[in-house]
């Protein structure tokens, strides 16, 4: 019997395998690398959406011959808009924001001029305060309005500091093509911080300690949206530079 040469090659697939091996691992370093960098762009994209504003323009509703709401027994919404955007303003300034006002006494300013006054301030946003009413006595509550996309976050962050306030009724985040939110080419909202109407409302807003809290957490909105204050961030630099 002749010894015929073996058909049985043992290590016939090595190669194979060792490719098999190799590309496996190549595969999965490129994989690990790609992951890396979505991740890097990723935090580069939070970090770099993140609002950085500095000023923020208030535009206490009505004023001059515009009273806004009237209701028998209580003062004109125009009167209330002010003091609390004074109110506001002391929490903002406090913190290192540049406040930047439509109005600053009992006059009537234009919705043109409003818009106008927001949208020649570089990165800004842009509050409008006012107070509700309706025939309907029984309607109270609290809501935010926006009109654009870039506007939705400030809308939901203050709307959500602000029923923290005790007793207050959620009227949501809502969007209405208001003239001095649609054509604002900033981040801006419109609250309405309550309604005149209501006799419980009513009252209540005529307490300076209520348009005290309602700006404090007004306030708060704000700062929950961008993250930090201007103060905050100067203190942090400097502390990182010791």
């Not at 790609?34 to 991740?39: F, M, N, T």
């Not at 913190?95 to 930047?100: D, L, M, P, R, T």
């Not at 809308?155 to 209405?176: C, E, F, H, Y």
Request: charged share 20%.
């Amino acid at each position: 019997m002749t010894d015929q040469p073996s058909t049985h090659r043992p290590f016939a697939h090595a190669p194979i395998r060792r490719y098999a091996d190799t590309h496996l691992s190549s595969v999965i370093c490129h994989l690990s690398f790609v992951i890396c960098h979505l991740s890097f762009v990723i935090l580069f994209a939070g970090c770099a959406t993140r609002p950085t504003f500095r000023t923020v323009v208030l535009d206490p509703g009505h004023g001059g011959r515009d009273p806004g709401e009237t209701q028998r027994g209580v003062s004109p919404e125009k009167i209330w808009t002010l003091d609390l955007a004074y109110r506001l303003k002391s929490r903002l300034e406090q913190a290192g924001f540049n406040v930047v006002m439509t109005r600053q006494s009992d006059v009537y300013i234009p919705l043109e001029n409003r818009v106008l006054i927001s949208n020649s301030q570089p990165n800004v946003i842009f509050v409008s305060l006012h107070f509700n009413g309706t025939p309907n006595r029984n309607i109270q509550g609290l809501e935010t309005y926006y009109d654009t996309r870039r506007s939705t976050k400030l809308a939901a962050k203050v709307q959500q500091s602000i029923l923290l306030l005790p007793g207050v009724v959620d009227r949501r985040v809502k969007t209405a093509p208001y003239f001095v939110i649609r054509y604002n080419a900033n981040p801006a909202i419109l609250i309405e911080g309550g309604f005149l109407s209501n006799p419980i409302e009513s009252r209540r807003i005529a307490s300076p300690a209520y348009r005290d809290a309602l700006a404090e957490q007004i306030y708060q909105g704000i700062v929950a949206y961008r993250g930090r204050t201007p103060l905050q961030e100067t203190q942090a630099a400097n502390t990182a530079t010791r």
